[in-house]
């Protein structure tokens, strides 16, 4: 029989499985608002690694629920659940953090590396508890193989036993990626298979993936209402404003034929943002090629930010037009619209995501998301770009893998983040960057 404070667990959570007796305890007390006895319990299940606890250290820390608000120690707490995998902790951390200092948030992901020096275990060797296959029901199986999924980074949604669209697609990039058969439907053998994958067995992770450990080199929200400090942005061309929203910035396009378009450009933004939605057109053989949408007077604003070879970028953005194209990346050395990488969103194109290698006034395509991306609906989406050491790029579009290719073009480290609107009203919530 459930009890209560199991089913709390599993609203909080997504989770079928039993929780410690600590963990359980721990509930048992939070439920009763006995905030310090919940305190000492969920400290004993996170010494553990149980990422849950974890979680629940850093909701009572963040209020203040039997002990002194702390958002550093919640901070920390939240940043180690999410390198273990719970799903709602990289949102909770995230948004406690708007509330943070920088310096502030240095302190907690410096606590953060000394709790794990002290020799908390891996997510990988954190013990977890797995009911038989054969003794599952057929929904049970299904909520299985969503856990299993979102533990090796699939976004499979909330492990509810649903067999939604969500869980069809994350199963089949799942059988993509380990040469499987494309199936999308769950079955025992599937779970079988899941629960002997682990994460470095060359899975590759639907979901942007969290580390708890990297350095931030750039973060801002805007809401100091002033683009010009705290860090400075520099308008190199356009106008941009900062609104309730964010920094926004509204430009408007006139149709351009093939032949008004000279070569590309990095001295010339306008020309050069014509030239790569050019390029997009021609690679893909689009009928639109006579028809392409130029900016009257381009939008260009960088940031410095310098940032090692490999990073994690994360945007939140909002667009509001139907044509037009921006542009997001990082430059090398002082020029912000030189050498670097570029991923440029095409309105109403197909592709509707590329991403550009920039050498020298020289631009190679070398990824593209060949569909439609129609982000036009004045909603708020979350990008997020990630570069490793070997040069592996992926791009998610809220949570939805788009983009993925090795590319060792760019050796060097990063000098900052350029945005340029070459057309369109686009509104830039937030953005933070890692190394």
Known sequence: MITKTLALSLILFGSIGLASADYNDAMRHFEQQEYRQALQQFSDAARSGDPDAQYMLG?????GNGTTQ??????????????????????ARDSLAERMTDRQIAEAQQAARAWQAEG???????????????????REVVTEIQRELNRLGYDAGPTDGAMGDRTRYAISQYQADMGMTRTGRAS????????????????????PQTDAYSRVVLQDDFSDGDYRRNPPWTVLSGDFEVDENGLRSIVDTRQASDRESGGLS????????????????GQTGSDRQGEVTTPVVPAHIFVNAPVDNAFRMELELASRQQTGSLEMGLFQGNRPNGT??????????????SLFRLISGNAVMVARHDDRLDLQDERFHSIVWTRDESGQMQVYVDGRRLLRVQDTGLRDPFQGFVLANQG??????????EE
């Open 59 to 63: 909701r009572l820390h963040a209020a």
């Open 70 to 91: 702390d958002f550093v120690q919640a901070h920390k707490w939240y940043n180690l659940a999410a390198a273990r995998g719970h799903r709602h902790a990289a949102e």
């Open 120 to 138: 908390a275990p891996s997510p990988q060797a954190t013990p977890q508890w797995r009911p038989d296959v054969d003794s599952l029901s057929n």
């Open 188 to 207: 025992t053998d599937l779970l079988k298979r899941l629960r002997q994958t682990e994460k470095e067995d060359g899975a590759a992770p639907s979901g």
């Open 266 to 281: 990095t001295d010339r933004p306008e020309d050069f943002g014509l030239a790569m939605l050019e390029l997009i057109l």
């Open 340 to 353: 670097g990488y570029r991923l440029v969103y095409s309105a109403g194109l197909q592709p509707g995501l």
């Open 424 to 433: 369109g009203d686009y509104t830039l919530r937030r953005i933070r960057l």
